[in-house]
């Protein structure tokens, strides 16, 4: 058995203000073939998994695995350069019985609106009819008909935060094999609900969603449903909420059960729509929150997520908590320049310092103020979802009126709250704790929270889709409009043989 493995990944939002270059891969995580490291990365989970459940009659093939913080378009130059680089590495490996592959599935790059249903038709092409292709994939993903068409299994994270990459990527390693080994004939359907939404899985009806998924897997021929929540600010014909259900041809030879399964969960989902994702407040709505709550009071400032291809850097929430004396702590907060300064300036010093407001007109004013350099850790890492690292570089924690600041010199969202406690901040002891995230920060900071609010402040992964100009979107889509049809994209047999596709 011949395996090859390999990942190519980012997020994009297409109004983001930064084009996402050849350097942003390589400052998250860039690792030529056969150079993983001895620790899963973020999107290495289908490499991982065959590291971990390897067979002396395997061969692993370990090609290029490459991450970006999410960001705006790729450029075209760095999309075809990696692309082309992985799939070298395919080539010289040929001939392979299963390809495996780590993808987000909402990248956008300059000339293509689908670089995965791209990549995907390449290897395909490469590789012919009969080896097995699978991949895992972010539930924020632009799930295309080119994607499902060309690999035989597509499956998606069902937590956000995203805590089960390496789970999901057991099953995709555990159902390719059965493909290749066992038989094993997949059917899938694809379903559009007709809105985009954002589904938080920790709590709610998010939760009951993922629980009532999860238990449906195994039975009656259902062999994987994967809710794909889409990415809202990519602006591409195949953004959207959707449903993915792939079953076991023989026991489902019609696809009638995965079709009217996935019919009856996207219409669950348009009529839950509004529930999945908790009220955003405005800026003085949640300081008043806090101020009325014993602490610490978690904010998730979800509209300057580095996750959602925001610059990090804005300074709404900071120059509330200056002004209000707030006994807070603020990040991480993407400021190189003020990094470096605080590193020249050393610990204990005392500076006047600009802060933030530098990248795009919602990054909002810089912030002036005497800071004291509090703390300094060069090359920090953070913990990411599921345990792996996150880098965060060149890292000060400045204080200044009460409120401490984590600055960083590589762009992350916070995940954990060790990018706090490295530098001997203790968020458990602070009255508000803000967090440039939209949702990824939960399975950690609620560890510590008395409450957690989500904000609506303004940023470039606003809330507010309507105020965003979207062009390429097939409409109608709430919340943009009214919901459109829930409809079927694709119906396909074993092999691609395609069934009857239509609005419902």
């Avoid at 999107?43 to 009659?57: F, V």
């Avoid at 097995?132 to 632009?142: E, M, S, Y």
């Avoid at 709610?204 to 999860?214: A, I, M, N, Q, W």
Wanted: with cysteine.
């Amino acid at each position: 058995m011949r395996i090859f493995s390999g990942a190519l990944a980012t997020e994009t939002n297409t109004f983001g203000p930064m084009p996402t270059s050849v350097r942003s891969f390589h400052e998250r995580g860039y690792f030529r073939a056969g150079e993983h490291p001895n620790q899963m990365q973020m999107h290495s989970g289908p490499l991982w998994a065959a590291r971990l459940h390897r067979r002396p009659d395997w061969t692993l093939i370990e090609g290029m695995v490459a991450a970006a913080v999410p960001n705006g378009l790729v450029t075209r130059p760095a999309y075809e350069a990696l692309r082309d680089e992985l799939l070298r590495d395919l080539q010289q490996a040929l001939p392979v019985d299963l390809v495996l592959l780590g993808l987000h599935g909402a990248m956008a790059a300059e000339g293509y609106d689908d670089p995965e249903g791209d990549l995907l038709g390449r290897i395909r092409r490469m590789v012919g009819p009969a080896t097995i292709i699978g991949a895992t994939l972010d539930p924020h993903c632009h799930m295309s008909a080119a994607m499902c068409a060309n690999a035989d299994l597509l499956i998606c994270w069902k937590e956000y935060p995203h805590t089960d990459i390496l789970e999901r990527a057991e099953d995709l390693l555990r159902l390719c094999l059965a493909m290749r080994e066992g038989g094993l004939k997949l059917g899938l359907t694809l379903v559009d609900t007709g809105i985009v939404t954002k589904i938080h899985t920790s709590q709610g009806e998010g939760r009951k969603l993922v629980d009532r998924v999860s238990a449906l897997e195994g039975r009656d021929g259902i062999l994987s449903v994967s809710i794909v929540h889409g990415f809202s600010w990519g602006d591409v014909p195949d953004m959207g909420t959707k449903v993915l259900v792939y079953s076991d041809a023989a026991l489902d030879p019609d696809g009638a059960r995965r079709e009217v399964l996935a019919l009856a969960l996207a219409r669950e989902i348009v009529r839950l729509k509004e529930a999945f994702t908790p009220r955003g407040l405005g800026i003085a709505q949640a300081l008043d929150e806090a101020a009325a709550t014993a602490g610490p009071v978690v904010i998730a400032d979800g509209a300057d997520n580095a996750g959602g291809g925001a610059p990090s850097d804005s300074t709404y929430f900071l120059r509330a908590l200056l002004e209000r004396k707030m006994d807070a702590c603020l990040g991480p907060l993407w400021d190189p320049a003020a990094a470096a300064l605080a590193f020249d300036a050393g610990t204990g010093a005392r500076l006047d310092l600009r802060v933030g407001g530098k990248v795009c007109p919602l990054s909002g004013d810089p912030v002036d103020a005497r800071w004291t350099v509090a703390a300094l850790k060069r090359d920090m890492v953070m913990t990411g979802l599921a345990g792996v690292p996150a880098k965060l570089g060149d890292c000060a924690l400045i204080t200044s009126g009460g409120v401490d600041v984590v600055l960083t010199s590589i762009r992350c969202q916070g995940f954990n709250i060790d990018f706090f406690t490295q530098l001997g901040c203790n968020p458990a002891t602070k009255k508000v704790v803000v967090v440039k995230s939209s949702q990824h920060f939960q399975a950690s900071f609620s560890k510590i929270a008395a409450r957690i609010l989500y904000s609506d402040a303004p940023g470039v992964v606003t809330g507010n889709l309507k105020t965003l100009p979207f062009r390429n979107v097939r409409l109608p889509r709430w919340p943009l409009t009214e919901p459109g049809p829930v409809e079927v994209l694709a119906n396909l047999g074993p092999r691609g043989e395609r069934a009857a596709a239509g609005r419902y």
